[in-house]
């Protein structure tokens, strides 16, 4: 899966990068709530990838929250789940 996320501004306030929210993974109807962060990564092109193989009956979905930021002093950022 990959994330998009445009910023119209020029130089590196209009450069977007990407980074997961530590703590902001929710694996859907699943009673144990153990944190799934060291399980997924995402590049800072937006690229997201899992680093464990999953059971869907165990877990059917997944939630994550991804931060957007830009490179810009200071940096803006927006994150949604």
Do not use: C, H, W
């Not at 119209?8 to 980074?19: C, I, T």
């Not at 902001?24 to 800072?44: A, H, L």
């Not at 979905?61 to 490179?71: F, K, R």
Request: proline share 6%; hydrophobic share 30%; aromatic share 12%.
């Amino acid at each position: 899966m990959t994330i998009q996320a445009d910023d119209k501004d020029a130089g590196n306030n209009g450069s977007v990068r990407f980074r997961l929210k530590e703590n902001s993974i929710k694996p859907q109807n699943y009673p144990d709530p153990t944190n799934f962060y060291p399980y997924f990564e995402i590049d800072e092109t937006g690229v997201v990838k899992t680093r464990a193989m999953f059971d869907r009956e165990t877990v059917d979905s997944y939630t994550l929250e991804v931060v957007a930021y830009d490179l810009g002093t200071p940096t803006a950022k927006s994150s949604k789940y």
